[in-house]
Structure formats: structure tokens, C-alpha cells
């Protein structure tokens, strides 16, 4: 049976990424049908579709699918714990035959006895019993199990002697019990306290339950220093079998149990929600965490993204859902605490109406369990955004609206399908570039990214003076005449305001290549200034897609150049100092950078080490020692910037750069000329 959506799903796994994780394959009604775990999510699911998947059930499982969920988790222990949580909850008809489909295994305490016992299980979980896990190795929970009786000696329910004083002290208190005087095998070997022979009493056997629930809870360093301890007296009484014995020991405790942020160990009773936004949409993934464990996930998109503030964002989304469903968590975990969050507690506290009087309450965890499941819910809420946009075709959407809109708001006379940006990042003039970015289709071309050193000497900075240049070196008739410069742009931007723009508008009509439309971007408000327009400046509304995509535009400019001007200073940085000192020319500096390996290297050795070289004569080399500390002294003193851009420089490099990744130098090109 043809699956007519298949096309379409396969485009969509590819914005699935190759993390570990657990699926979820739907069907037409929005029922799971299919939960699976994988090492790679997109790889795993990409059989399915491609059919390289060899079950017999896998054409007609394929047949039906017409949506898919994943959730991504930290590694494999989790994924699986998860996938067992979903096939719980959801049942889905295809996994009949699953086959990981025993329990998982619990380390538990029988806390409802007397002398409560230590024991494997894969039972489900009773009253009066502490259940500690689950665990995804059989193997290292039974030896946890070995391990902490070997530290914390405590009765195992596996005792026949155990089990016998359990089944008496049902019938008879244990002030009245007779006990016999021999001790039980595990006592003899020191695995168990003696509780059979009355060698402990119940409340100082309470104190040994107390340790190994510490113990199994994670609280592993009083453990491991007694285990040290040992270790070392071994070694110090040459009992090297021993001591490699404790070695091991030590091993499998620190390598048991990789934290599971699925399964919590703190019995929450939580939602967590997660919240992805981009500029004029938001992707949320909320958790519901029962009984500890993540037992179902929900993803919403909102219409509104980095154009509301995150409070309003979140607030917005607790109203709305929590006012439409009836399952109210005694926590809400959460990156921000919502400005009326007393307010909003005691709301959903009436919500949740709980006859023991329960509250709800708002938590921004910093560090822990909850952070870690927050982190967990902050990922899948890029991820629901991802599957959203790739399901939807929401950036060709966006894209097409933002050049529609450009066409219309800047009076163009056609959509500007290609639109170059330029840029000037420079310090007193100094290493002075000029950048080029180019976007066709309203997206990033790279390969069409140039660079360009501006030639001019000047002691201050010029921008009108060094977009001039670029626009000479881009724009001129024989630069024209090259395949890498031949298409003219529908759009220039240039980085500035009104000055700018003229300055450009000027350079271009000496080129004879003023038929091309340029606009000039403010940062200040996000003003495009255009030549045709003498009211004013074009101002495009706030959060659409056309000032997005020119804010866009503008940051990877920005981003470009500054990139290109700090490498030139690090260049710069390891000739010029160098140069200053009398007696090094050429080949003295290249075997001197050579010796020490770099010039940080050399700027980090002393005086004598630069003379035991001797590469220079000792003079020289004390010369050379004067300036390079003169020149540290020169880097730690405070530097006053003389543009309003290289004070915001660092401030902005961040943002810009937190935007869009980073270009490799073989993306691009230096324009020399």
C-alpha cells in the first residue's frame, strides 16, 4: 500500500538530527502507532521510509504514517527508559512485538519490615518498598547490589535466614523473639550485620538502611573514600589481589549509572516547559513528569517570537494551556519566573483543588535534576520549531513574504532576489576591511562573500572615504567585466545612515552604475534610508519578515567584517612589535617565531630564555625583551575607542555572531584588487 505523504515525510527528516532519542510514527488521526528508540534519530528513521528496514511489519507500518514526534535525550539509557515510559502510555498497535519488552530492573529496600532487605527486582512497584533506578544494565545493578553490602553490610531478601525472621516477626514483636546464636552464612562473610542472631537491634539497623538509601541515591563520596582507604592499606600491606579488587569496585560506581534526566530520583510531580523562539516564531515543548518519570510530552507553536519579551511569551503560554486542561503538577519548571507568578500560584493552585492541600509553585532551577530536565525540554523546543518550519515550508514562506514586502516598502521594481551589503570595520583606521555579503533568494550565499583590505592611509577612521574604495574595486567597469562580479545585485545595503548613503550614491554614479538601488540601514531605529524617498526614512514594521531579513542581512555583514579585522590584527600583532626592534630583520624574526613556536610564546619568555636562543646577539635580545613588555603594558592598559561602533564593537560581535555560524575562510574571498 502507497503511502502518498511519503515524499513529503522524507523531506521532513531532514531537520531530524542525529542525536539519541525516541520516536514516534502517527497516523492520519494523530494517534502513535509506532515508538522506537535510536542512536541516531534521523539515520534510524530514514530506514523506515527508505524501506531498509528488513521486518515484515515495516511496508504496512510505513503505509500508515502521516506525521512523526522525536524527543531527544542526552544518550542511550535514557532513550530506552523513555521509549518505555511511551509504549506505556501510548500502547501503539505496532510495537506487539516489541522486543526489549521485560521490566527494568530496580534496586529496591523493603522498608515495611523491621529489618528492611536489600534486593534486585523487576517487580512492579509495591507499598512500603523504596524502588531505587531504574537501571538499564542488569548486569551493574546486581553488582551495586554486591558492592554496597560489601561497604554498608544489610540483609538481602535472597536469605533463607532473612525471610524466616521476617515471616516470625509478622506474628510476634521482636522484644519477645527468641533468636539463635549462630549467625547466617552472609553474616559470617561480613555481607550482613548479624540481624538473624541478634547482633543488631532495629534502630541501629535503621542507621545502615539510612546509609545504603544515601548510597543508592547517588551520594557516592563517602563510599568511594572508605573504598581509598582501603585501597591504600591494601597497597601499604603489599595485598596488590585486594587492592585490585577495591580498583574495581571504585570502576563500577563511577561508571554505573549515567544520570537519567527521564527517570528523576526526586518523585516529581512537575511540568517543564521549554520554549524556543526565533524572531517572529516560537517552538514549545512542555514535559509532564509523573511519579519521576517523563510520561507524556505535548509541543505547541506560537505566533510570536524575539518580538514579545520572553516573560510575555511564557506567561502567555501558562494561561492559555493551563486554563484548557484539568492535570495541574504541584511544579512548574521554567527559565524565567513570570512577573505575577504569586498571582498565577495560587490560580492554579485553585485549579488543582488537591484535598491535601498541595500549592503549586514556580521553579527556575540553576543547576540539578530539574535544570538538567529543563535543558532537556529547551532542546526539544528547537527541535518542535525545526519540524514545524520543515513541515510547513515556513521559510520559503517567510522569505517570499520578506522580498514581497521589501518590493513594495522600498519601491522597487521587482523583488530584490539578490541583495549585497556592505560594511566597515576598522579601529583609528587602523587594518581597516570592508566587507560583502551577499543573500540570493533571501538566503546566504557564502561562496559569493568577499573581503577587502582598504588601501587608503588615514589616521582616523573615514567610513564615506572607504566605502568610496569598495565601491571603486566592486563596481568598477572591469570588475564588472568578471565572472565573480558580473551579476549586478537587485539591492545594496550599506551599513549607516544618510551620509552613508550618499557617499555611495555618489561613487556609483562616477562608476556609471547608478541604475542599481541602494538604501542606507540605521542601527539606531532599523531606518532604511533610500534616495527616492525625501519624507523620511522607511521604517518596516516590527517583527516582519522584511525587517528580519534586513537585520539579518546587516548582522552578517557586520559579523564578516569584524571576523576578517581581527585576524588581521593577529597577524599584525606577530610582525609589527617584532619589526620595532633595531637588528631584527627578516630572517632573524622567522627563525626567532620558529624557535619559540608562536608569538604568544615568545611574548611569555623571559630574558634569558630569549638569549639562550641564540639566535640574536645579547643586546639585541634585551632590546627585543623592552619592547615586547612594553607592548603588554600598552594591551592592559584601557583603550579609548574614538567610533561609537568599535565601543559597541565587542558587544555587538557576540550578538551578531550568536545569529549566524561562523563562515570558513574557504567560503570566501579577500579581494585584493
Not at 523504596?130 to 535472597?158: H, K, M, N, Q, W
Not at 550482613?192 to 538502611?209: R, S, T
Not at 514586502?405 to 551589503?421: F, H
Request: net charge negative.
Amino acid at each position: 500500500m502507497e503511502n502518498p505523504k511519503l515524499e513529503q515525510i522524507k523531506q521532513q527528516l531532514a531537520s531530524v538530527p542525529t542525536l539519541p532519542g525516541v520516536y514516534l510514527w502517527k497516523d492520519k488521526d494523530g494517534n502513535v502507532i509506532y515508538v522506537g528508540k535510536a542512536k541516531q534519530l534521523r539515520a534510524r528513521m530514514r530506514q523506515y521510509v527508505n524501506f531498509q528496514d528488513s521486518r515484515e511489519k515495516i511496508p504496512l507500518l510505513v503505509s500508515q504514517i502521516d506525521s512523526f514526534e522525536y524527543i531527544v535525550v542526552e544518550n542511550e539509557h535514557e532513550s530506552l527508559v523513555l521509549e518505555k515510559n511511551l509504549i506505556n502510555q501510548y500502547s501503539p498497535y505496532f510495537n506487539a512485538d516489541f522486543k526489549d519488552d521485560k521490566s527494568y530492573p530496580f534496586i529496591a529496600l523493603t522498608t515495611g519490615d523491621v529489618f528492611p532487605a536489600i534486593k534486585y527486582t523487576r517487580e512492579t512497584h509495591k507499598a512500603n518498598t523504596r524502588y531505587f533506578g531504574p537501571y538499564t544494565d542488569s548486569r551493574a545493578a546486581r553488582e551495586l547490589v554486591d558492592i554496597t553490602r560489601r561497604i554498608v553490610p544489610i540483609c538481602a531478601s535472597s536469605c533463607a535466614d532473612w525471610r524466616r525472621l521476617k515471616r516470625r516477626l509478622e506474628s510476634c514483636p521482636y522484644d519477645e523473639l527468641e533468636l539463635s546464636d549462630r549467625p547466617c552464612f552472609d553474616a559470617h562473610v561480613g555481607l550482613g550485620p548479624g540481624a538473624c542472631c541478634g547482633d543488631i537491634n532495629p534502630e541501629d539497623y535503621q542507621e545502615l538502611v539510612k546509609r545504603v538509601s544515601r548510597f543508592l541515591s547517588g551520594q557516592h563520596k563517602e563510599f568511594l573514600d572508605e573504598l581509598e582507604s582501603n585501597m591504600e592499606h591494601a597497597i601499604a600491606e603489599l595485598d596488590f589481589e585486594q587492592a585490585a579488587r577495591i580498583k574495581g569496585r571504585i570502576d563500577t560506581i563511577n561508571s554505573l549509572e549515567s544520570k537519567q534526566h527521564v527517570v528523576s530520583s526526586l518523585n516529581l510531580n512537575s511540568d517543564v516547559i521549554g520554549i524556543y523562539r526565533e524572531e517572529t516564531i516560537a517552538g514549545i515543548s512542555l514535559l509532564n513528569v509523573r511519579g519521576g518519570k517523563v510520561i507524556n510530552t505535548n509541543e505547541f507553536i506560537f505566533n510570536k517570537g524575539k518580538d514579545v519579551p520572553f516573560e510575555d511569551l511564557s506567561r502567555m503560554f501558562i494561561l492559555r494551556y493551563y486554563d484548557q486542561t484539568e492535570s495541574i503538577p504541584h511544579e512548574i519548571i521554567l527559565d524565567e519566573m513570570p512577573e505575577d507568578a504569586q498571582v498565577m500560584e495560587e490560580w492554579l493552585t485553585e485549579k488543582l483543588n488537591s484535598p491535601h492541600g498541595a500549592k503549586v509553585s514556580f521553579v527556575v532551577p540553576q543547576r540539578g535534576e530539574r535544570a538538567a530536565l529543563l535543558q532537556m525540554a529547551n532542546t526539544n523546543a528547537r527541535h518542535v520549531l525545526m519540524r514545524y518550519k520543515a513541515r510547513s515550508n515556513y521559510d520559503d514562506d517567510r522569505i517570499n513574504a520578506a522580498l514581497l514586502q521589501l518590493e513594495s516598502a522600498l519601491a522597487l521594481d521587482k523583488p530584490p532576489m539578490r541583495i549585497e551589503c556592505f560594511d566597515i570595520s576598522t579601529i583609528h583606521g587602523k587594518h581597516s576591511v570592508a566587507s560583502m555579503v551577499v543573500f540570493v533568494n533571501g538566503k546566504p550565499d557564502k561562496s559569493q562573500y568577499r573581503r577587502f583590505k582598504i588601501r587608503m592611509e588615514t589616521e582616523e577612521a573615514n567610513d564615506f572615504a572607504m566605502m568610496s574604495e569598495v565601491f571603486d574595486r566592486r563596481y568598477n567597469p572591469e570588475k564588472m567585466k568578471d565572472a565573480r562580479f558580473a551579476q549586478k545585485p537587485d539591492l545594496i545595503i550599506v551599513d549607516g545612515g544618510k551620509p552613508q548613503l550618499t557617499a555611495a550614491l555618489k561613487q556609483l554614479k562616477e562608476l556609471g552604475a547608478d541604475d542599481i538601488p541602494v538604501a542606507g540601514l540605521a542601527k539606531r531605529d532599523e531606518e532604511l534610508f533610500v534616495p527616492w524617498q525625501e519624507s523620511g526614512p522607511v521604517v518596516l514594521p516590527g517583527g516582519s519578515p522584511s525587517l528580519y531579513l534586513v537585520k539579518q542581512v546587516r548582522d552578517e555583514a557586520h559579523r564578516f567584517a569584524i571576523t576578517f579585522h581581527r585576524e588581521l590584527r593577529r597577524k599584525a600583532m606577530t610582525t609589527s612589535i617584532i619589526d620595532e626592534v633595531p637588528g631584527i630583520g627578516p630572517k632573524r624574526k622567522k627563525q626567532i617565531l620558529k624557535h619559540f613556536g608562536s608569538f604568544g610564546a615568545l611574548k611569555a619568555a623571559s630574558l634569558e630564555e630569549i638569549k639562550a636562543a641564540r639566535i640574536v646577539p645579547d643586546p639585541v635580545a634585551e632590546d627585543l625583551y623592552a619592547v615586547l613588555r612594553h607592548y603588554e603594558a600598552d594591551e592592559s592598559a584601557p583603550k579609548e575607542k574614538t567610533k561609537t561602533k568599535a565601543k559597541t564593537e565587542a558587544k555587538t560581535e557576540v550578538e551578531t555572531e550568536a545569529r549566524t555560524e561562523a563562515i570558513s575562510p574557504a567560503n570566501a574571498s579577500v579581494e585584493e584588487g
